[in-house]
RNA sequence: GGGCUCAUAGCUCAGUUGGUUAGAGCGUUGCAUUGACAUUGCAAAGGUCAGAAGUUCGACUCUUCUUGGGCCCACCA
């Protein structure tokens, strides 16, 4: 052996060895129940963050665990395509090259994305290797293979047929630079500080930050026991405005603070999600007056074609001028939604498809909701689990529909005949050249129907009336046969393919693996995806299978930053793993994050422990490297341990603290405990064994039988180590004497 | 505004049903070291467990409040 124990030289080796011999691949014993883990799919062109780390150190601590007690296991790999953020990266990379998305049709643009996705997926991929992960790569599973296509269109298809999705207007959180629309759990808010404007409003005084919606504007609130303006309600108004005067009804309802400003509040439905509630309470008109690409519309007068800012700006100018701008608060202190590249998020009423969760036949949340509640699914900590019932109780209807091209396109199509002049598509020709228009428009140019699809990039079909003929709807993925038919451009939510991965990986409905591994046994991922990504597996899980998808879910802490603060580019703090699998290896890195933090909170990256680690591997290795020295230099055999040697107290306290250790290991792993079972083993390893008995064992005449004791003891606690810290025990194990084949086969330590 | 969480040695953190001298890693100081390991050994210094009150025979551990962090949720225009 050499003198300090050399990562580099071993760990590509190691697992080239694991993985070429076949023992990431389920066995055990096919009476015993078995253990199975599902990877969360980190993003295919993305590479490893140290939170990824954290995962695979835990999932394959647990699996390499259940794999040498005997129970068939199985730990399925996989990767996401992660629809926006992957998306947004492309197109940053494509206006480096002086290019946009609107070059290409919504084709072109999915195989260049197809492409760029393909020429990265490697990185990721090798670093799970690199990480020791013992995963089933013959189940490698990514979010856009065919089989994982076919199971979400058929479960869209089964909900459409139980009626739990629909599609509908709704508010939505649009961005008009990213042109599309997130989830209200996808949003960052920010503080900022903004001008208040009070604008003279007819009779009314108004405070507002937005005085550029007021041409959508469709009634005035005050609140219903405000008496200041009571003899209002119900009465329409006059108003002076920028563009001449208009009429507005003035109606009572308690979402209206009657502290706040004056008390008075314009409404305008299209575009503030309060005000669109509103609106539907008191059948007001929702009047758009802002288009997809966040400019001002028709119904703007002469602030048509402004953007939003220079719109406000040319507002509040025109106002004052005027006279109809009381007073402007400069300082006025509010929170703004931004998307996940910072821009501000529009609010917007568009077409949307919608999973229903809460439909009173067939509840799409309530199973999920109980599963939890009762028991059925374990969540740790335990105190998490309050984030996941809150979430369920409050949750509404999930828009599932994105803007993107990434993804998978939602498997449904409109029929257009008697509607050309409705709906709306951009394409390009066979030129290159983009058309926008009604159907209706680009037929009169000579365009097919066929070319349109060819080079479709987006269709809009709106909702003018929930009652009034709509396009018929096809489900499914093949174009029908008769009629003039368009696809929805829409791709699913990412988290509407993710949120089915125990199905998918398991080849739900019918496949070995799925009914022998299916349930799973526990998932475990970052606390900050449960209302995204646990919540939804729960709920398809209940759909489609009644059963929940895993038994328990652990959530484990987030990795902050050394300084504390949360890694970020722009702080320049963020850690590369990397940099310490080479400094400190893989065993190092994956041991100081388990230790690093105890019951799932959020810890800063624990780059001590790290290196105590890594101290801690050559410490072990030097262990073995004197204990075959002292074996060689006794020169006689060394009989096999049994308990019928003539043991010294030395010897049986040893035992003991062997036999305490083996039973706190078992018993910290069985409670999610890793950090108490990792601290035990390096306790026990270091200041008993290596400190007390094998300075003992130096001086024992009887060398035989301590010898014995101390490969015993040794070799069973690098056992004990080897799911924390898998390269560095597998390769002191491999010049033990007598061994096995490899240490992650040989049977696990019982007390 | 609602909720979660944290405040323990110089630093980063453990401390699982309340029970004898509160622990670890790193750091600091002194000594040692030619049978493995300087990525070593032995030893030492260092904490009124944020503050206050309460429950209790007994509280770092339970309750309430105060102070100061972090995070999540939320429609205050």
Redo the contacts with the bound molecule.
């Keep these: 052996m050499d003198?300090?124990y050399d990562h580099k030289k071993e760990e590509k080796n190691l697992y080239a060895m694991w993985e070429r011999n076949g023992y990431f691949k389920p066995k055990g014993d096919p009476k015993k129940k078995p253990f199975t883990i599902l990877i969360p799919p980190p993003n295919a062109s993305g590479k490893m963050h140290t939170g990824n780390v954290l995962m695979i150190a835990i999932e394959d601590l647990l699996i390499r665990w259940h794999r040498m007690k005997g129970d068939p296991t199985l730990w399925v790999p996989g990767t996401d395509h992660a629809g926006t953020e992957t998306q947004i990266t492309f197109e940053k990379q494509l206006k480096k090259q002086g290019k946009s998305r609107f070059q290409y049709s919504r084709e072109e643009l999915y195989q260049e994305i197809w492409q760029f996705v393909q020429s990265n997926k490697g990185q990721i991929e090798n670093q799970m290797r690199e990480m020791g992960a013992s995963v089933d790569w013959s189940r490698y599973t990514f979010t856009l293979d065919d089989h994982v296509l076919k199971t979400v269109h058929e479960t869209f298809a089964k909900m459409y047929k139980d009626g739990l999705v629909y599609r509908g207007n709704y508010m939505v959180n649009y961005c008009p630079k990213c042109g599309t629309t997130y989830s209200?759990?996808e949003l960052k808010?920010e503080e900022r500080i903004d001008p208040l404007y009070y604008m003279k409003y007819g009779p009314f005084v108004?405070?507002?930050?937005?005085p550029e919606t007021k041409f959508g504007d469709t009634a005035i609130a005050v609140h219903p026991t405000d008496k200041r303006y009571k003899k209002y309600v119900g009465k329409e108004i006059e108003v002076e405005g920028v563009e001449g005067n208009f009429t507005l009804k003035v109606i009572a309802d308690d979402?209206?603070?009657p502290?706040?400003?004056t008390?008075?509040?314009?409404v305008t439905p299209a575009h503030?999600?309060?005000d669109y509630e509103a609106g539907l309470r008191h059948n007001l008109e929702i009047k758009s007056v802002i288009d997809l690409n966040g400019k001002l519309n028709e119904k703007a007068g002469k602030y048509a074609g402004l953007s939003v800012v220079d719109a406000r700006k040319k507002v509040v100018a025109d106002l004052e001028e005027k006279g109809l701008m009381e007073k402007i608060d400069l300082k006025y202190l509010?929170?703004v939604a931004l998307c996940k590249a910072g821009h501000g998020i529009e609010p917007m009423v568009l077409p949307n498809w919608f999973v229903k969760v809460d439909d009173p036949k067939k509840s799409f949340k309530k199973p999920a909701y109980e599963a939890v509640k009762n028991g059925k699914i374990k969540i740790f900590p335990k105190?998490r689990e309050?984030?996941y019932l809150r979430w369920m109780e409050?949750m509404r209807d999930w828009p599932i529909s994105r803007q993107n091209v990434w993804g998978i396109q939602i498997p449904v199509w409109y029929n257009v005949e008697g509607h050309e002049q409705r709906i709306w598509v951009v394409f390009l020709d066979k030129t290159k050249t983009l058309h926008q228009g009604p159907i209706s428009q680009h037929l009169r140019n000579n365009f097919t129907l066929e070319e349109m699809r060819k080079g479709i990039q987006k269709v809009f079909i709106p909702i003018y009336d929930m009652a009034d003929n709509q396009p018929e709807i096809h489900v499914g993925k093949e174009m029908p046969k008769n009629g003039q038919w368009i696809q929805e451009t829409d791709t699913f939510d990412t988290w509407f393919s993710s949120g089915q991965w125990p199905l998918v990986t398991l080849g739900y409905p019918d496949s070995e693996d799925f009914k022998k591994f299916y349930p799973t046994s526990v998932l475990e991922t970052g606390w900050e995806i449960i209302r995204l990504w646990v919540s939804r597996m729960v709920m398809f899980g209940y759909y489609l299978t009644d059963q929940p998808p895993f038994e328990y879910v652990y959530l484990h802490g987030m990795v902050r930053a050394i300084d504390?603060r949360?890694m970020s580019k722009s702080l320049g703090n963020v850690v590369n793993p990397e940099e310490y699998v080479e400094q400190y290896g893989v065993d190092a890195l994956r041991m100081g994050l388990i230790a690093g933090?105890?019951?799932g909170?959020?810890?800063?990256f624990?780059r001590?422990?790290v290196?105590?680690f890594?101290?801690f591997g050559?410490?072990i290795w030097?262990?073995g490297?004197?204990l075959l020295?002292?074996r060689e230099?006794y020169g006689k055999d060394v009989p096999q341990f049994t308990s019928a040697l003539k043991l010294s107290s030395e010897d049986k306290k040893i035992l003991k603290g062997l036999e305490n250790l083996t039973r706190t290991v078992e018993l910290s792993l069985n409670?999610f405990?890793f950090?108490?079972a990792a601290?035990a083993i390096y306790q026990f390893m270091?200041?008993e064994v290596?400190?007390n008995y094998?300075?003992q064992v130096?001086?024992r005449e009887d060398k035989d039988v301590a010898l014995s004791v101390l490969t015993h003891v040794y070799v069973t606690t690098l056992k004990l180590l080897h799911p924390f810290m898998p390269f560095v025990t597998e390769a002191i194990y491999q010049q033990m004497p007598d061994h096995g084949e490899s240490i992650m086969i040989e049977p696990w330590p019982t007390a």
Excluded at 206 to 210: E, F
Excluded at 263 to 266: A, R, S, T
């Design positions: 003198k300090a209200d759990v808010h108004l405070a507002t930050v937005r979402f209206v603070d502290k706040f400003g008390g008075v509040v314009k503030d999600k309060n509010h929170t105190w309050i984030t409050e504390g949360k933090t105890a019951n909170k959020d810890f800063n624990p001590d422990r290196i105590a890594k101290h050559n410490k030097n262990m490297r004197f020295l002292m230099q409670k405990r950090a108490d601290e270091w200041h290596a400190d094998i300075e130096k001086a």
